[in-house]
């Protein structure tokens, strides 16, 4: 076993959005599956048929759900197709240069040229 640390940022709490809050905690990780054995913690074999069909399942949806929106024609938003998606991401990287989001906004549709399809856009 061996400890493994971590951190994250939460920015919603009981269903509501928060100001960032960071945290950093640690827990003991298993190495190998023996380990697991015999700490007692292996899943019982209904617990492993439960997780390989809810993969599974998971995996179909995404299948069918693909088939669907390729029969009905549409198209995966990509920065050469999608000139919002070119000015959100233009955006993105001003704000991450430090400017304010109304800042970034305007800059980044000066730079491209391109309106905003919709104000509440950031």
């Known amino acids: 076993m061996q400890t493994k640390k971590f951190s994250g940022v939460s920015e919603n709490a009981y269903g509501k959005p928060i100001a960032p809050l960071k945290y950093e905690t640690s827990f003991e990780a298993f190495d190998n599956a023996d380990e697991i054995r015999s700490a007692g913690e292996w899943p019982k074999d209904?617990?492993?048929?439960?997780?390989?069909?809810?993969?599974r399942k998971a995996n179909a949806r995404q299948k069918a759900m693909q088939a669907a929106w390729d029969a009905a024609g549409l198209i995966k938003p990509t920065l050469e197709n999608d000139e919002q998606l070119r000015l959100k991401s233009m955006h993105k990287i001003f704000v991450a240069a430090g400017k304010?989001?109304?800042?970034?906004?305007?800059?980044?549709?000066?730079?491209?040229?391109?309106e905003w399809a919709d104000s509440d856009d950031e």
Do not use: H, M, P, Y
């Open 100 to 114: 304010s989001e109304q800042e970034a906004r305007t800059l980044a549709s000066a730079a491209l040229g391109i």
């Open 46 to 55: 209904t617990d492993v048929v439960k997780f390989v069909n809810a993969q």
